[in-house]
Each structure stands twice: as C-alpha cells, then as structure tokens.
C-alpha cells in the first residue's frame, strides 16, 4: 500500500543527506577513482566504486525478487533504446567530467564544502541539460534517437541467460551472484583496499543507498492513482530540473532528483561544517573557467544523451542489469580515459 508522495520526498532527502556526508568523507566519485588508478597505481577508490556497484546490484535484485519494485518501470529497462547515443552521450559525460574535474554528483558535494567552481559546474550542466532533454538541442537529440533506436530481444543481462534455458528467477539469481561476486572479488583482492575501513563503510553504504532510492520509489511511492516514477540516484535530470525548480518554483511540483539534490548539498554542508572541510575555493585563471564550463556542458549534453551520469547509469543502472546500462558507463569510462590518458587528453586540473 502506498505510504503517499510526500514520504518518497522525505526519504530522497535522507538518502541524499547520508550520500553528501558520505561523498564528501571518502572522496567517491569515478574520475577520482581512474585517475588514481591511472595516475599513481592507487586502486583503493576504484575498488570503492567498485563495491558499491556490487551492492547496489545485489541488494536492488533482492528487491526485485521480493517483488518490492517493478524494475521494468524504470527508464533502464525500456523495450527501445538507441545503442549509438548511449555511448555516445557517455563518451560526451566522461570527457566532460576530466575538463571539470568531477562528475554531476562529486560537483554536489564540492559545492556543499565551498568549491565555487562546483556552482558554475552545477548551474552550466543544468542548463546544457534542459537544452538537450527539452530545449534548442532537444529535437536534434530526438532526431538521432528515432534514426538509431532499436527493440532489441534482449534488454537485460537475466533476459539473456533466459535465452539459455534458465527461468526467470534462476536468470535473475546467476546474473546478480556472478556480476556483483565478481565485482567484490575484485574489490577486496587489493590489500590496499582490505586495510581501508573507511572506503569499504563508503562503498557499502552508497551500495544500499541504491537500493534505498528503489524501495522509496517503487514501494513507498507505487500508488495506482498518483504513481512516483521509479528511479533512484541520479543526478544529471535532476539537477536541470533542480535549476529550474527554483527559477520557477510556482509552477513546479518537488519530486524525488530535486529532494535528492538539496539533500547531498545538505549533507556535504553539514559535514564539512562538523569536520572543518569547509573552504571557499575558486578558479585560477579564465582558461580554467572555460575548461570547467566546457566540462559542464559535455556533461549535461552526454548525461541527457546517455539517461544518466556515473551514478545514475554506472551505479542506479547497472544495478537493474541493463545492457544498455552497461553500455553508457563503458562510454563514460573510455571518454574519461581520452581525457586523461589519450591523445585528446587534457591539462590535470588541481585536485578538489
């Protein structure tokens, strides 16, 4: 039974409360955990990443077999979906994220400790966003959608073990026990990884924080007559939409990516408060404003292109086990690889 809209709202909030907090004291963000893999042989922060899509995974499946959420509601398992924009829009996302130096979601975070460039980043990324979902980009956008679109037999990594004999639970069970078994394997092979108490608290925390946003939506929220569309985190719609929201509040309703949004800058608030991480921070110098708008506007455009960010395909996605999920976070992994490591790579950017 539907516990109303307005509890979905509060829960959004907790969740993005306890990502803020989380975010901000483990550093979690992808183009962190690359580069530090890439840059200095440190795989302890892409072992987090790592762990916490594990758990998300495992944890949002769980749901799905106790028939808490109806998954197929979801815009990652959609009959139709165009493979071309997917990974083009992540290959967009991740080369994005290098020339601003953080994705959608580490943004939040920054700018709740401070970081100015996190609110030009913030605000650049909304806008470029509304423009490709709704705006001057959008009919180019749907144009190349329908050209390239496809309904595909199989949309989900359970689909195609079906297709080998297996029923649908059965499917669902070797799916979810060799993806994320092999993602924790992964995780804790690194001895690194195994001594840090606080970047495995963090990846299991983000982990359930998925699937938390799952339950809030497809349980708390499923009301036959006032339905919550099923998602959890992402950040890229909801941040153009939190933009929005407040230019134009009295025409908008509050939905779960905006209670989200003001809830990790709330938490990231609080927390840098508590442990004396708050610091204004600006820009060096125009070109490093430039870099970081250019950023922002690749990551609004690829994220709207490719139905989410880090999070909300790399993570929120992969833990319906959707290939198309899995396509767009391989496309932002190898757009941030050129931007890092190849031969359209960038300056490195300041650590934030």
Known sequence: MSLGPELVIYAAFAIGLVFGAVGLLSNFCLLSSLRGLWGNGD??????YALAIAVAIAATQLLVLGHYVDLDKSIYLQPTFSAPLMFAGGLLFGYGMVLSNGCASRALVLLGRGNLRSFVVIVTLGIAAQMTLKGLIAPARLAILQWTQGAPRVISLPALLQTVGLDATAARIVALVAVSGALAIFAFSHAGFRKSWGQIAAGLTIGLLVAAGWFATGFLGADDFNPVPVTSLTFVAPIADSVQYVMLSTGSTLNFGIALVAGVLAGSFVTSLATSRFKWDGYTSPSHMIRSIGGAVLMGSGGAMALGCS??????????????????????????????????QVRALASA
């Open 43 to 48: 795989g302890r922060l892409v072992r987090t």
């Open 311 to 344: 999070v909300g395909q790399g993570l929120t996605g992969v833990s319906t086990l959707a290939l198309a999920s899995f396509l767009a976070i391989t496309g932002i992994v190898v757009g941030a690889a050129v931007g890092l490591r190849g031969p359209l």
